[in-house]
């Protein structure tokens, strides 16, 4: 929406700066875009008055002029015919910059002659195209700035055009006139009324109009227009197209300039037809389809069955509320108008111009709805001022319908704006904004204005009040402590534990993907899932019918997703819930990672491998240290159908599974069209035991300054023993002094067999004694030592290793 300084004055009566307004448009959310202020680059530029003029001497088209600034007397050299001496002038100085001729100007010698800057002509200022001359003023004081002088006195070349953003829900803003009614109810000037003239018809219009009986409910409720005979269509008056060439239109002619010019001041279109070509009545109509339109913009089309049409005895004449035709276009020999105005459905009019591809101001407009109680208004309005610029006689009125019927009401409750709003807003300021907007006060119900569409509830009044009182003045108050104090945690313990598994994870350099929570069925049972009872009602595709019952079909897809566009080494994990039934609470929080490819990129040292089940234990085991697991963990082979079955494992406490980790099953690899070997981990959050003593910091560092001792042990076996036995027994023997068990040798296949006997293997151990109270002596590491052998012994049915 576009308008000018001085056109916007037409309806506010204002004494706030250019500035101001600005301001103000943006806050009540009218927000501006761009302004064009003409003063802007004549800023710079001074009066000055030329006290003596004379031919320059090597020149006979040159005069040197002695002219008075407000720095004093410079000399200037002029070719100007009209520089002489007594004339008040513009002065552009050393330093400023013309924009008519794109110069900064600087001290130049003119055939000999110093010069000190120049006397501009109005096309150098870029006000006109005339160059004859250097300007001359009328009036004007010495060291006056210009810009200030041409607002005094020709405001129409210092008028600012202002370009503002228009919402969806604010049609009346497409107006001057509703800019206007904001500005003065925020307090920037006072709205001026608008008389509406009373035109008395001095004959029957020749044209009448009809409204087809399916468009009266909905298209079309209500047309209006009127003759107008003997008027004399020339070019619009020049206020008239300046305002039009201010805010980017092309004047064409008086009747066709008055139209736009109501279009952008009032916010009501209208169309003129050249009632010498109408033949007939003007009908309002739903087109049947296959009619062909010459429409004003010199392009045919072809109207669909349903679109509103206007139509004459001849054919169709304008498309309703959109364009004119060119067969009752009006030219400069016309002298009988028809002027129409009429509410369009916003509906009809928007699918209209969508399916044709026609953009309009009067379609922009009448999608977004206009007020139907101004046809009337309008229509006598534009029919004065065509009166008055065109001349003519105007007819009685030719209408059909009735205006549409706005009529609503809301409760205005002022302690809940209060409320909502934030700020004391007295009761008497709100009612105040609200009359000031157009709203028809009723006691406590308030009813809004017919060009008000978008005030639908008591939560509108609410945002009116809000939007005029200024929400800039809004001040943060922090809310009220619940509990004095330090203020608890907010976070439950399972959301602490989850925000941590994500971070350790992330710091183990997986990068986390987000997917969704519904998978296609094949996936779903492949692990687990599938079933009816997580089966969604109503899925937004084939491929989401079905609730996850893991988070690792979710990675394999990604992963797949990224092998098919050339990347083969993955590190991607997931913290989310996954469900195992269909009723409220059958669901569990997991953390899975997943590990496809190489550990690293192709280096000239050879340090490339791929991942294997090692890597997930590793991952596995560092996660589960983060969130507070036990050291001391059993680990058994009991995964589910989608692991490794060799390469796999359970780490848990008894019944209590806390994760799985290993391979990724071939088969599963196969389905989900992933490039192997690929290995992953579970981490069921919530099964890892809280700790039992609850502390708000770290226990203490216990570091001992005494020598630890290291002791290895080696164990005969049977060849299905798991190490992670050996290591759990050996470190039970003396939890005080055994700090750590670690596993640096297993010695297994045929050649362990033929030293050690068929079925066996041999599993060496380090094992790290530390200290507290005093130095070990060596009876102390060789009691501690016969505890080892006899716990490892037990628990493997070994012997220690000769």
Request: hydrophobic share 45%; aromatic share 6%; net charge negative.
């Amino acid at each position: 929406m576009k308008f000018t300084l001085s056109w916007l004055k037409d309806h506010l009566e204002t004494t706030s700066s250019l500035e101001d307004i600005l301001y103000a448009l943006t806050d009540l959310g009218l927000e501006v875009e761009e302004v064009v202020n003409p003063l802007a680059k004549l800023a710079p530029f001074t009066l000055a008055r030329v006290i003596h003029a004379e031919k320059h001497p090597d020149a006979d088209k040159l005069r040197v002029c002695r002219v008075m600034t407000d720095e004093g007397e410079k000399q200037i050299v002029c070719g100007a015919p009209n520089a002489r001496e007594g004339i008040t002038v513009v002065l552009c100085k050393p330093g400023d910059y013309v924009p008519g001729i794109d110069v900064t100007l600087g001290v130049g010698k003119i055939r000999g002659v110093e010069s000190h800057g120049m006397m501009a002509s109005e096309r150098e200022l870029e006000l006109s195209d005339e160059h004859n001359g250097i300007i001359e003023l009328p009036s004007g004081e010495i060291g006056e700035k210009f810009a200030d002088w041409l607002a005094k006195n020709r405001p129409a070349l210092a008028d600012p055009m202002i370009h503002i953003k228009i919402t969806p829900n604010r049609p009346d803003a497409l107006g001057v006139r509703g800019v206007a009614r904001d500005l003065a109810a925020r307090g920037l000037g006072t709205l001026k009324p608008l008389p509406i003239p009373v035109i008395k018809g001095g004959f029957a219009s020749p044209v009448q109009v009809e409204i087809s009986a399916d468009l009266k409910t909905k298209g079309c409720p209500h047309f209006a227009g009127r003759t107008i005979r003997g008027v004399k269509n020339g070019p619009s008056p020049d206020w008239l197209q300046a305002r039009l060439k201010a805010i980017g239109l092309r004047p064409i002619s008086t009747l066709v300039d008055i139209t736009n010019y109501f279009t952008f001041g009032l916010n009501r279109p209208l169309h003129v037809f050249d009632a010498g070509k109408v033949q007939g009545k003007l009908r309002i109509h739903a087109a049947v389809g296959g009619e062909a339109f010459l429409a004003l913009d010199g392009k045919t089309y072809t109207l669909r069955a349903g679109h509103m049409a206007i139509s004459d005895d001849q054919g169709v004449e304008s498309l309703a509320g959109i364009m004119g035709g060119e067969a009752s276009g009006c030219t400069p020999e016309t002298t009988d108008v028809f002027v129409e105005s009429a509410y369009w459905d916003p509906i009809t009019i928007a699918a209209t111009g969508r399916a044709l591809k026609i953009n309009s101001d009067a379609r922009y407009r009448f999608e977004r709805g206009v007020d139907p109680a101004f046809s009337l208004d309008g229509l006598d309005l534009a029919t004065q001022m065509i009166l008055d610029l065109c001349g003519g006689e105007a007819s009685d009125l030719a209408e059909d319908g009735a205006a549409k019927d706005t009529s609503r009401a809301y409760q205005l409750k002022p302690a809940r704006v209060i409320s909502l709003v934030g700020m004391d807003i007295p009761e008497a300021e709100q009612r105040r904004t609200l009359q000031a907007l157009g709203f028809t006060l009723n006691g406590d119900m308030a009813s809004p204005p017919s060009w008000r569409p978008d005030i639908l509830g008591e939560a509108d009044l609410v945002e009116e009040v809000a939007r005029i009182a200024s929400l800039t003045k809004l001040v943060g108050t922090p809310l009220p402590r619940l509990v004095a104090g330090v203020p608890r945690p907010i976070l439950t313990p399972l959301q602490v534990r989850e925000r941590l598994a994500r971070r350790s994870i992330a710091a183990l350099g997986y990068n986390e993907c987000v997917t969704y929570s519904f998978i296609d069925q094949t996936a779903a049972s492949l692990f687990g899932g599938g079933t009816d009872a997580l089966r969604v009602d109503n899925p937004i595709s084939s491929e989401m019918t079905h609730m996850r019952p893991d988070l690792l079909p979710g990675l394999l897809r990604a992963a797949a997703r990224n092998q098919a566009r050339g990347f083969m080494d993955m590190a991607l994990f997931e913290v989310g819930p996954v469900f195992h039934g269909g009723e409220p609470g059958e669901q569990h929080l997991q953390a899975t990672g997943l590990l496809i490819g190489a550990t690293a990129a192709r280096d000239p040292h050879g340090a490339r491998r791929m991942n294997d089940v090692y890597d997930a234990k590793a991952d596995v085991e560092a996660v589960l240290a983060a969130l507070g697991a036990p050291a001391r963990v059993q680990i058994n082979r009991k995964t589910a159908a989608w692991w490794h079955p060799g390469r796999s494992g359970v780490i848990g406490l008894g019944p209590n599974v806390m994760a799985s980790f290993g391979e990724v099953h071939p088969k599963i690899l196969a389905a989900m069209d992933v490039k192997g070997p690929a290995v992953a981990f579970t981490v069921l959050v919530a099964n890892i035991p809280f700790a039992k003593v609850k502390t708000p910091t770290k226990p203490a560092l216990v570091l001992s300054d005494l020598q630890a001792v290291e002791r290895d042990f080696a164990f005969v076996v049977d060849a299905g023993v798991e190490a992670l036995t050996a290591v759990n027994a050996a470190t039970g023997a003396d939890k005080a002094l055994i700090s750590e068990v670690r596993i640096f040798d297993q010695f297994m296949g045929a050649k362990a067999e033929a030293q050690m006997g068929a079925g066996k293997k041999s599993i060496a151990l380090t094992v790290r004694l530390q200290p507290t109270d005093k130095t070990l002596t060596d009876a102390d590491i060789e009691a501690v030592s016969a505890k080892i052998i006899d716990k490892v012994s037990k628990a493997t049915g070994g012997a220690l290793r000769g």
